[in-house]
């Protein structure tokens, strides 16, 4: 029972992030059909943000959160008024927007590196301490970051299913054309989807900091980890990424336990051509009929 809890607690502490993360991506390619390779430095960003505030007046945790969700907000929307927004109608927008985001990425990257140096930094906002269930020692920087990210992941299904601007970006996704018809503003809902998934790319990057170490390189393995998470739960389809997080994390954390982390993601990338090989969709995509 101890081992379970033990895996239990490490799978949904790990999920957890990479939930803030996968959801956050996946709602950009869902409503821009864009993949945005600059999403890990979103994360970095928002972390280094909180690490500058506490650094110099020092903060709780409690305004942490919403520091590292305005920093990534505030990213996100000058990502798409200085670059998106040119590029939404060209041709080939996939791909060069998928080029022009690793661009700023790596610019993103260089700027940190040298404000900050390439020396790791512990991050100060973080909660100290320990509590036992079942014989195992969990620590309340780990509850934290799962209680955090329920809360951020209920807040934007709430957004999403029972508000005008959720519907607006529903009706975004599923066809511009006809949202720009019934009065939907798409170039707004770009902007806010944009600015909604950089805010919770600065959660992310703020409680992955708070377990690890603040490094200009901290958001690439979870950038990867988080596109994994979206191709198995089929690209754009934001409620399935949140499930296939929290899914493989717990195999990862499993295969961790008893074979050693090194095959953790490595279990994890042949789970996912497994998965396309039988649902080249994904779990949750579905096929889409075109009729000309």
Not at 191 to 199: D, E, P, R, T
Request: aromatic share 10%; with cysteine; net charge positive.
């Amino acid at each position: 029972m101890e081992i379970v809890i033990q895996i239990l607690v490490t799978g949904l502490t790990m999920g957890s992030m990479y939930a803030l993360a996968a959801v956050g991506l996946s709602l950009i390619y869902g409503t821009l059909g864009m993949f945005n390779m600059a999403h890990g430095m979103f994360m970095t960003l928002g972390a280094y943000a909180v690490f500058s505030l506490a650094s110099s007046v020092g903060i709780p945790l409690a305004l942490a959160i919403p520091a590292a969700m305005v920093a990534g907000a505030i990213v996100g929307i000058l990502t798409h008024l200085l670059i998106v927004r040119f590029m939404l109608n060209s041709r080939e927008f996939e791909t060069n927007i998928l080029v022009a985001t690793a661009g700023l990425a790596i610019l993103l990257e260089d700027l940190v590196l040298k404000f900050y140096g390439g020396y790791p930094y512990p991050q100060p906002v973080r909660i100290e301490g320990s509590f036992f269930l079942g014989g195992v020692s969990i620590t309340y920087q780990a509850a934290v970051i799962m209680g955090v990210a329920l809360a951020c992941i209920g807040a934007v299904a709430w957004l999403l299913l029972k508000t005008k601007f959720g519907r607006a970006i529903r009706a975004t996704a599923m066809n511009r054309d006809a949202a720009r018809l019934m009065g939907v503003r798409t170039n707004t809902i770009y902007l806010q989807v944009m600015a909604l998934a950089g805010a919770l790319a600065g959660v992310a990057g703020l409680m992955i900091s708070t377990l690890a170490t603040l490094s200009p390189q901290m958001g690439g393995d979870p950038l990867l980890k988080a596109f994994v998470i979206c191709v198995v739960a089929g690209l754009g389809n934001v409620w399935g990424a949140g499930v296939c997080a929290f899914g493989l994390a717990l195999i990862e954390a499993a295969i961790g336990f008893y074979f050693g982390v090194r095959f953790g993601f490595p279990t994890m990338l042949m789970l996912v051509i497994l998965v396309l090989i039988w649902r080249p969709l994904g779990l949750f995509g579905k096929e889409k009929v075109v009729r000309l």
